[in-house]
């Protein structure tokens, strides 16, 4: 019970349980509170995986209570621009249909060849919801409709990173920060298991 009810998951778990609230203050015109709110559940994602790995809470449970609050988090902020601020939406159509298609099929690709849903944390994805977490904030202030065409673009290269990734290495640690990188670790892995060293010391 104490390996599930940690910290890290709570604060993923935060995010799931006070969005309609988010929602209710949108509907009801609060605006500070909503305000409020957004920056503190939007906080909860930096601090539950930082939490988990400074604490050794990383788990598997926690990896995915993480991935649903964000995909509903993060599906809601253009809800929310949407309703705030619609020209924003507007200027961005054909981005958001490129973006969330894409998200759609890496969904796709993973359960046809695993036979369950399967998301990676990127760093790629992790830097664009800071983006979006920021884009949300800075809104009420200034235009941000560039800033989503950008965050949007990148979104697209990460899930198609995430993509190329199930393709090339099938499945892999969900915390794996990129192509490149899993790339020249399977790399190193290969040349060091055919090091004349290596296969000496298998024999003997």
């Avoid at 599930?4 to 500070?32: A, G, K, M």
């Avoid at 598997?60 to 924003?88: N, Q």
């Avoid at 004349?196 to 010391?201: D, E």
């Amino acid at each position: 019970m104490r390996k599930i009810f940690t910290i890290p998951n709570s604060l993923s778990l935060s995010r799931l349980v006070f969005l309609p609230l988010l929602y209710w203050f949108l509907w009801q015109n609060q605006t500070v509170w909503f305000f409020l709110l957004f920056t503190v559940l939007g906080s909860t994602d930096f601090l539950d995986g930082y939490l988990a790995r400074r604490w050794n809470q990383v788990s598997r449970l926690g990896k995915s209570l993480d991935t649903v609050a964000d995909m509903f988090f993060y599906i809601s902020v253009v809800y929310f621009l949407m309703h705030l601020y619609p020209e924003a939406i507007q200027s961005n159509t054909h981005l958001l249909i490129g973006a969330f298609s894409v998200y759609g099929l890496s969904f796709i690709v993973p359960f046809i060849m695993f036979r369950k849903p399967y998301t990676l944390h990127t760093r790629v994805l992790r830097s664009n919801a800071v983006l979006v977490y920021l884009m949300m904030i800075l809104s009420f202030v200034m235009s941000t409709s560039f800033l989503l065409s950008v965050i949007l673009v990148i979104f697209m290269i990460g899930f198609l990173e995430e993509i190329l990734i199930f393709i090339r290495f099938g499945a892999v640690d969900q915390d794996t920060s990129s192509f490149f990188a899993i790339s020249l670790e399977r790399r190193l892995k290969d040349w060091f298991l055919e090091h004349p060293i290596f296969r000496a010391r298998i024999k003997d």
